[in-house]
T-cell receptor
Framework: GAGVSQSPSNKVTEKGKDVELRCDPISGHTALYWYRQSLGQGLEFLIYFQGNSAPDKSGLPSDRFSAERTGGSVSTLTIQRTQQEDSAVYLC?????????????FGPGTRLTVT | AQRVTQPEKLLSVFKGAPVELKCNYSYSGSPELFWYVQYSRQRLQLLLRHISRESIKGFTADLNKGETSFHLKKPFAQEEDSAMYYCALTSGGYNKLIFGAGTRLAVHP
């Protein structure tokens, strides 16, 4: 079946502009996560959704970052007034319970370059 | 603090040689430990988890609570094992994954 999809796959933007990154989780997955993969920081957690609520936003690096999820499905990560240090690959993952286990399935990522 | 440490950025071996990718963790409680793999131009995918105690693609990993380690091992490396490997932990359930910095495994012919 279809996996997690993300769009765009690549985004180049100028410093100071706003960007929106989109994630389509696997159908039926109630949990959705955003992570960031950058050269200096490795893979770091940003935010987690359960349904449309975000019980854990602890990884958002500043108030320029926000995310929402609608209909328990699609999520959008918004970065306002982008800075060069925001350049990274933004990964989305979704998860559901399978028996006793929970596995996070990752999307292909959006590579963001801020010039 | 919760932390995952992978001390090697790069591990370079020849085909057929044994491989051990190191992972140590810091966590107050009983975490779940995972190994994720990212092959070139592919998405991050789960390789194995400690609670399953399984062998995937010849890889195994044993959780050593005394040494707080979860090293990934394979007796005979193959060229197709070349990839980026990430060790990760979670407190369980739907909670977030905390990743190590990753180790790039390069298997040479």
């Amino acid at each position: 079946g279809a996996g997690v999809s993300q769009s765009p796959s690549n985004k180049v933007t100028e410093k100071g502009k706003d960007v929106e990154l989109r994630c389509d989780p696997i159908s039926g997955h109630t949990a959705l996560y955003w992570y960031r993969q950058s050269l200096g920081q490795g893979l770091e957690f940003l935010i987690y959704f359960q349904g449309n609520s975000a019980p854990d936003k602890s990884g958002l690096p500043s108030d320029r970052f926000s995310a929402e999820r609608t209909g328990g499905s699609v999520s959008t990560l918004t970065i306002q007034r982008t800075q060069q240090e925001d350049s990274a690959v933004y990964l989305c993952a979704s998860s559901t319970r399978q028996g006793r286990t929970y596995e996070q399935y990752f999307g292909p990522g959006t590579r963001l370059t801020v010039t | 603090a919760q932390r995952v440490t992978q001390p090697e950025k790069l591990l370079s071996v020849f085909k057929g040689a044994p491989v051990e990718l190191k992972c140590n963790y810091s966590y107050s409680g009983s975490p779940e430990l995972f190994w994720y793999v990212q092959y070139s131009r592919q998405r991050l995918q789960l390789l194995l988890r400690h609670i399953s105690r399984e062998s995937i693609k010849g890889f195994t990993a044993d959780l050593n609570k005394g040494e707080t380690s979860f090293h990934l091992k394979k007796p005979f490396a193959q060229e197709e094992d070349s990839a980026m490997y990430y060790c990760a932990l979670t407190s369980g359930g739907y909670n977030k994954l905390i990743f190590g910095a990753g180790t790039r495994l390069a298997v040479h012919p």
